[in-house]
């Protein structure tokens, strides 16, 4: 992993097991660190819920956080972060260092089990 991904908090894999970043100086050992994938196990960890949905077209799953302040952060089945229902970002979020990263980013919390 490049250090540059990583912000104290942050979860990796260091030796095989799930580990949250304490200090700075540690992220100097990125290198040594991988990434988390990001799953639906991670996401309950963190608090979001699990929705269901069934369309003639389809079924559809969204995972919501509600916040404090009543706002919601939400990630499509794709683990898209949502406005809505369109897409925020182009791509998905595959690692659990990237969904804490971003979603401190736009709410200045951090995002923690």
Known sequence: MDSSELRIGNYTLDHGSPEQI????????????EPIQLTE???????????EFEYEEGNETTYVLEKKNGH????????????GEIAMLDYK?????????????????????
């Open 93 to 113: 979020l595959e690692y659990v260092h990237q969904l804490q990263n971003l979603f401190y980013c736009l709410t200045a919390e951090e995002l923690t089990i």
């Open 22 to 33: 304490p200090y700075g100086s540690d992220i100097d050992s990125a290198g040594l660190m």
């Open 72 to 83: 919601q952060f939400v990630l499509n089945d794709d683990l898209q972060p949502m406005d």
């Open 41 to 51: 196990e991670w996401l309950i960890k963190f608090g979001f819920e699990k929705f």
